[in-house]
């Protein structure tokens, strides 16, 4: 498995506090199957803000440290950037994209996405980035509503969502509009976004569910196949289910297709 999302670098936002705590963490984390993961430190100017040689001296040390301790787990640098008029400057002076890629892990208000989201998102677009909508079911708006969230892949945003919110750790609400991006297709990754406060099982939880309500297959794309895309710096398809319903005896069913 490979996690996307993650505060996991010690001591530089509101995840992990001291890195006996970081090196505990990846130590569940490759326990249970995660190769490699990207530690998204927060990025929001005016608060999460710092120099990337700040960011890199830490991640140096965590990664001097793992190998110290025998730890096989791959570090891949990268950011959750808070979109902002002018933020996409930062991301090209600061190369605050997922290691050395094209993809770049955005976030914005919880409250609803703002109505000029997609006008700070779009200067991204055309200087060649591929952004990717962290925790988007926990959105308000895309909670009120869901195919907002297809929506916004049809102009070429990827959507992530965070394996505690198909647990429930968020609420009924969060979780049901979890479980609908990922039974219609409209998310491509599911990652912890963990801020090491609880031990780490979330995502491997998240994938058995996955696999259990509907097959492996989807598991593996979200959980392994799209991730891995990204260090190669591959495309990866905004769309690949076709979900057909029909109703036969009161009973609904229905059939997925996966592509790519």
Request: aromatic fraction near 10%; glycine fraction near 6%.
């Amino acid at each position: 498995m490979i996690d996307i999302h993650s505060h996991i670098l010690p001591n530089i936002d509101d995840g992990s506090d001291n890195i006996e705590k970081s090196v505990e963490q990846l130590r569940l984390m490759e326990a249970g199957g995660v190769r490699e993961v990207y530690l998204t430190s927060h990025y929001f100017r005016g608060h999460y803000h710092y120099p990337r040689n700040e960011y890199d001296a830490k991640l140096s040390e965590l990664r001097q440290i793992t190998e110290q301790e025998g730890l096989k787990i791959k570090l891949h640098s990268g950011f959750e950037v808070f979109i902002q008029p002018g933020i996409v400057e930062d991301i090209k002076e600061k190369n605050l994209t997922l290691g050395d890629s094209k993809y770049v892990l955005i976030e914005s208000e919880l409250n609803g996405l703002p109505t000029d989201f997609y006008q700070n998102v779009y200067p991204l677009l055309r200087a060649g980035y591929k952004p990717i909508l962290a925790h988007a079911e926990r959105y308000v708006s895309i909670m009120k509503r869901p195919t907002k969230a297809r929506e916004l892949t049809d102009r070429d945003i990827y959507i992530q969502t965070n394996a505690g919110s198909l647990l429930g750790h968020y609420g009924d609400k969060v979780r049901h509009t979890a479980w609908t991006l990922v039974d219609n297709g409209w998310t491509h990754f599911i990652a912890s976004d963990d801020h090491v406060r609880t031990n780490y099982q979330a995502l491997f939880e998240a994938g058995n569910l996955i696999e259990a309500r509907i097959d492996s297959r989807t598991r593996d794309l979200l959980c392994k196949s799209f991730p891995a895309a990204i260090a190669t710096n591959d495309r990866i398809p905004y769309s690949y289910v076709i979900v057909q319903r029909s109703h036969h005896h009161k009973h609904k069913s229905w059939l997925r297709s996966l592509f790519g």
